[in-house]
């Protein structure tokens, strides 16, 4: 059985990375910008609380039936 086989896409990596192995601390920093942060977390569970409950149909806002239309439709 060979073992030996290799993908399209990791060789192009492998090709791409030995052409260019700039590319990996790049991708550090990038990574650094979006994702590897401190979390503040009495932060994060104040803005939790602080959360508002979403209505159902947030796109539309029913008005509110006046007293007239209470007594129509309860007929």
Do not use: C, G, N
């Amino acid at each position: 059985m060979d073992y030996s086989y290799e993908s399209e896409h990791t060789k192009f990596m492998r090709e791409l990375l030995a052409k260019r192995p700039d590319l990996i601390e790049k991708q550090k920093e990038a990574r650094a910008i979006w994702w590897d942060k401190e979390v503040d977390r009495e932060a994060l569970k104040r803005f939790r609380e602080a959360r508002v409950p979403q209505k159902s149909y947030v796109y539309f806002s029913w008005a509110k039936p006046s007293e007239e239309q209470k007594q129509e439709t309860a007929e």
